[in-house]
């Protein structure tokens, strides 16, 4: 990838045939004199950006770059987006002789990014226009020199011409259509007016969609960018992170420079990394190891002893060696007896299965009943013989090594996705989807990181994305073990494809990856209108018990909830204390995910002012508990005074203090699932098995709605075998409802509810088939309201002071239907009464919105829902079946309806704007549309 324009000049003729021979030598003469006309222009041109310049051709004089002298002598220099950047002796040097030799020049973001951390003689048009190069001086880097230019000052000034040229241009069209508010000017495509009314179910004080689409362009302005060092050089095994000069250590490595041991022994284990005591100890634990352990993961592999035993690097490697040959991992195989035969209780293999000549450590191929399960991340087949990438957010950007969900960034590149470039690292052009292909599927371009940037314009809200201490977030998915837990997808196979999980809480890590690739996220905190936090506490729910480490607070086990609550707290907190962003609004411009069965119910009350957005709508303060599983009970007392929680403070600080939501702050989003579990939706063009349905021009919206036959459908859980005396699971409603349906005969009506053991077939093909479907809680939150939209059945809910997915944002009681708990034996008599009219209009209404309650992103299922439709798209359907024409797009899917939402939120946080777009009303300085307005 080049870094400059390259001149467009002396490209080799074509071949061409005679008859055009005349009109080949008028272009070719043609194109010599408007190369001489701008040559001679530059030539005696005295200003550096002359278009952007004083007195130049804008209509306004753009405003000198401010500079100043802090008192440890540093020079700053405010940059045209509103922030200082520190500059070195010569560069300041550089920059006084600029202002001294075209006094009120003006330096855009994309010249200045240049002036900062590239050749000045290659790339900063100001210098080359005021100080004359060398003609014999060449020092471009070969990868971007053009061969056919012969002279260095010809391939300087033909590149800052047309770098220049755009440059200015950018900023003529932003000045003239914000002074003239001209209404073609806006940061995102123009869209029908239609397109936002969506037959009027959105809120538009709660999600302004047609403002966030006329929204004013915010210029695109490189990324910044430092070159901080940090200790040790985070000993070769960590990443350095040039922003703070602190060092993201992988698992297994701490220190301030990842130069000190930070261990996760196995349960039991002894110094020589083997069980201490697997007779007389009966206690199971994930963790025990009947092998060796891995202590930097608490993984369990054959011993090196064995012929598939695990070899570990020697002891006087550099950190971070990997070991001679990793091993064949021994996840869930434990003895049941010891080499002499003696009995262990936690265990269920003989110990020839496991050690025996044809057992799992030694056969290449053991017997089919030796074998271990092979669940880690990076293993695949039936003998865990299958190499395979491991899972990482966005898998580093294509600019690292992915390592159990932790990226080791090549050289020059940091963060959590390896997406920010150092200052002074050249930009490198990637092949890493050369060498690895299968990247395709999954990877995507962090936009955020572009330099110089590569659109023009850019759509708020600008969301920066926090970078935080592994304990928070990498060290979950290398704790995790299992590769289906917490991430949403996997490689798999020979060929590494790419499949989901069906992990329930998946959209912790679909979410944040949605993010780092948006065009939405920013890399300068100052410019951001939100902050997202990536604490993985959904992901801790996946560990809680496996292990002594991760410990919240350190050193302590907790509950799930608990453990949670607390991490969640202290990420709190370490953004609080190391970083000035929170207490700038209180924490109120700040994004959380609650994903957890009962959300954001047990959520500190530190971190309550904040944005929590999760699937759990429930109002009703005070709240209880409603999970039927003892351990997640969040109205349990918690008490560990030893670590600062007496009893009765988690409580207090937690459940106590807040209900589980508040719409006016919050938001209720959908679940994420992978899009074949809706494959029967006729919005993915399934309208049966007809072959007569697939004839172009014979698929139409009434025989849509039509191919319904039956009245109301629920399948799934009921807690009919639970030991729950109190009914605590689904708040009892599942289990009385099925009462209901047996004494009413529902059957007979068309009315199917029961378990999956006695229901309709194939899941996705029974909602389709169904008028209405039961929306129903489970411990918390369940997918039923998804479920339903999706496949154009009408819901039907039933959960008292519970806000349902974007209730806050949708006029729900046009297109569902609410009963209240107390008239469970209304619901037969209620569907069944809801006139025609009604339902074709509820249908029409679903048809209208559907699409918001999916995410159709990222690429991978982007990819699943076209070959969905590609299966059974037919010419014409797009046209004559409704919501159709929304199947193979991003636009408006849920993650745009969040954005949408977090926009309409904007002035409530930060104030509004003046007509000048200025800032009133706000706590705090921040860069907003137009690249020269100042605060």
């Given at each position: 990838m080049s870094l400059i324009f390259k001149p467009s000049f002396h490209h080799a003729p074509r071949p061409v045939r005679p008859f055009f021979f005349s009109l080949f030598f008028f272009l070719s003469f043609f194109n010599f004199f408007i190369f001489f006309f701008f040559f001679f222009f530059f030539s005696i041109s005295n200003a550096s950006f002359a278009l952007a310049s004083s007195g130049g051709a804008l209509d306004h004089p753009l405003p000198p770059v401010e500079s100043f002298t802090a008192e440890d002598g540093v020079h700053y220099v405010r940059s045209s987006s509103g922030f200082f950047h520190p500059l070195t002796s010569s560069q300041r040097e550089l920059r006084e002789a600029v202002e001294s030799g075209v006094p009120g020049a003006y330096i855009s973001d994309f010249e200045f990014a240049s002036l900062l951390d590239r050749p000045k003689e290659l790339f900063d048009p100001v210098f080359l226009q005021t100080h004359a190069l060398d003609s014999n001086?060449?020092?471009l880097d070969p990868e971007l020199s053009s061969p056919s230019s012969s002279s260095p000052r010809y391939r300087h000034l033909s590149s800052i011409f047309q770098r220049t040229t755009v440059t200015a241009a950018v900023i003529q069209r932003q000045r003239t259509a914000f002074d003239n508010e001209k209404e073609n000017f806006y940061a995102l495509p123009r869209i029908p007016k239609t397109h936002c009314e969506s037959n009027g179910l959105l809120h538009p004080s709660a999600l302004d969609c047609f403002g966030f689409y006329r929204q004013p362009a915010a210029i695109r302005i490189p990324p910044p960018r430092s070159n901080l060092p940090c200790p040790l050089n985070c000993s070769g095994a960590g990443v350095c992170d040039h922003d703070t000069g602190r060092c993201r250590c992988p698992a297994g490595f701490g220190g301030s420079g990842c130069e000190a041991p930070r261990k996760r022994p196995c349960f039991k284990m002894g110094p020589d990394k083997r069980d201490t005591d697997t007779v007389s100890d009966p206690r199971w634990s994930h963790s025990r190891c009947s092998g060796i352990c891995d202590d930097d993961l608490a993984m369990c592999y054959c011993p090196p002893e064995t012929k598939m035993g695990r070899i570990e690097a020697a002891a006087d490697a550099p950190p971070g060696t990997p070991p001679v040959r990793q091993g064949r991992p021994m996840f869930w195989c434990h003895l049941k007896e010891d080499r002499d035969g003696n009995k262990v209780g936690y265990g269920v293999m003989p110990y020839n299965s496991l050690f025996g000549v044809d057992g799992w450590c030694n056969a290449l191929q053991p017997n089919i009943s030796n074998i271990c399960p092979c669940r880690l991340d990076g293993l695949d087949g039936m003998f865990c013989e299958i190499v395979t990438e491991q899972t990482c957010p966005n898998q580093c950007s294509g600019r690292g090594e992915c390592n159990l969900g932790f990226c080791k960034c090549y050289d020059g590149y940091y963060g959590h996705d390896c997406a920010s470039r150092r200052l002074g690292h050249r930009l490198t052009l990637d092949d890493s989807v050369d060498k690895k292909p299968y990247l395709k599927s999954v990877?995507?371009?962090?936009?955020a990181a572009e330099d110089p940037p590569l659109s023009e314009f850019r759509a708020r809200p600008l969301i920066y994305v926090y970078d935080l201490p592994p304990r928070y977030g990498s060290d979950m998915l290398q704790y995790r073990i299992e590769s289906g837990s917490c991430v949403y997808r996997r490689f798999n196979g020979h060929h590494n494809e790419s499949r989901f999980t069906g992990h329930n809480y998946m959209l912790e890590t679909?979410?944040?990856?949605?993010?780092?690739?948006?065009t939405h996220r920013t890399l300068d905190p100052e410019e951001a209108d939100f902050f997202f936090v990536p604490a993985y506490a959904a992901c801790l729910f996946s560990l809680t018990g496996n292990n002594d480490v991760p410990g919240f607070p350190e050193g302590i086990v907790g509950s799930r909830v608990f453990a949670s609550s607390i991490l969640q707290l202290e990420a709190k907190r370490w953004i609080q204390n190391?970083?000035?962003y929170w207490n700038r609004t209180g924490g109120r411009d700040h994004i959380w995910l609650d994903l957890h069965d009962e959300g954001a119910c047990y959520s500190h009350a530190e971190l309550w002012p904040s944005?929590?957005?999760?699937?759990?709508?429930?109002?009703d303060m005070p709240h209880v508990s409603n999970t039927n599983y003892h351990p997640d009970n969040y109205s349990n007392e918690q008490a560990y005074p030893d670590h600062g929680w007496p009893r009765g403070k988690w409580l207090r600080e937690t459940s106590q203090a807040h209900p589980c939501y508040d719409p006016e702050k919050d938001l209720t989003i959908p679940a994420f699932?992978?899009?074949?579990?809706?494959?029967?939706?006729p919005f993915l063009g399934f309208l049966g098995d007809d072959e007569n349905d697939a004839k172009a021009g014979q698929v139409v919206a009434a025989a849509a709605r039509r191919r319904r036959p039956n009245l109301l459908v629920f399948r799934g859980n009921l807690g009919l075998n639970f030991d729950d005396p109190k009914c605590h699971y689904s708040r009892c409603i599942r289990q009385r409802l099925y009462n209901v349906s047996l004494k009413q005969e529902w059957v007979k009506h068309k009315a199917f509810y029961g378990p999956a053991s006695n229901s309709l077939g194939d899941y996705s093909q029974m909602l389709a088939s169904a008028t209405f479907s039961l929306v129903l809680p489970g411990d918390g939150w369940s997918y039923r309201?998804?479920?339903?939209?999706?496949?154009?059945?009408?819901?039907?809910?039933?959960?008292?002071d519970v806000d349902v997915v974007f209730q806050s944002v949708l006029d729900f009681d046009r297109i569902g239907i609410r009963i209240l708990e107390k008239d469970l034996d209304q619901v037969l008599e209620r569907v069944q009464t809801t006139p025609s009219e009604k339902i074709q209009e509820m249908q029409d209404n679903i048809a209208a919105i559907w699409h918001r309650f999916r995410y159709n992103r990222p690429k991978m299922q982007l990819d699943e829902t076209k070959r969905l439709t590609k299966r059974f798209h037919t010419k014409g359907r797009n046209i004559l079946v409704p919501g159709l024409k929304m199947a193979e797009t991003q636009l408006d899917?849920?993650?745009d309806t969040i954005m949408q939402w977090l926009y309409t939120r904007i002035p409530k946080i930060h104030g509004s704007y003046d007509e000048k777009g200025v800032r009133v009303s706000s706590p705090y300085k921040k860069w907003f549309q137009v690249a020269n307005l100042y605060l």
């Open positions: 001086s060449d020092d990877m995507e371009s962090p936009q679909a979410f944040h990856e949605m993010l780092l690739t948006s190391n970083l000035p944005i929590h957005l999760s699937h759990w709508g429930r109002r699932f992978p899009a074949h579990k809706h494959w029967s939706s309201l998804e479920d339903s939209i999706l496949h154009g059945s009408i819901p039907v809910i039933i959960m008292d899917d849920a993650f």
